[in-house]
């Protein structure tokens, strides 16, 4: 079974920046999909950014221009930088993971198979 961990989360103030970062295990496919999620209280998860092993990305339109997705594929690693963070960007992220590749866009949440537990981001 494929294990996600999320790790890099906090409180910081608006303007900081993140560097959340999803370690992967147990994954033996050749073609995948990685992303992240974020549930505010009160609110649907909503997608943040994609990627698969084709190197394509996707972004959510309110972190496309401040945000970067990436896979280091040695370090079973994918992480998602965050910069110019804004309090509403306050919520728990999540990471998923899906056995095959992404087409256009980020994928709906039952594209994927499997989820960590979550890293919570707070921006005051």
């Known amino acids: 079974d494929v294990q996600l961990v999320e790790s890099g989360g906090g409180s910081v103030q608006a303007g900081w920046s993140l560097r959340l970062a999803c370690q992967a295990t147990?994954?033996?496919?050749?073609?995948?999909?990685l992303g992240w999620f974020r549930e505010a209280l009160g609110k649907e998860r909503e997608g943040v950014a994609a990627?698969?092993?084709?190197?394509?990305?996707a972004y959510a339109p309110f972190v496309k221009d401040r945000s970067t997705i990436s896979v280091d594929k040695a370090k079973n690693t994918m992480t998602l930088q965050m910069n110019n963070l804004k309090p509403e960007d306050t919520a728990m992220y999540y990471c998923?993971?899906?056995?095959?590749?992404?087409?256009?866009?980020?994928?709906?949440?039952?594209?994927?198979?499997?989820w960590g537990q979550g890293t919570q981001v707070t921006v005051s």
């Open positions: 998923a993971a899906a056995p095959r590749t992404m087409g256009w866009g980020i994928p709906p949440i039952t594209f994927f198979t499997s």
């Open positions: 147990g994954y033996t496919h050749n073609g995948y999909s």
């Open positions: 990627i698969d092993s084709d190197e394509s990305t």
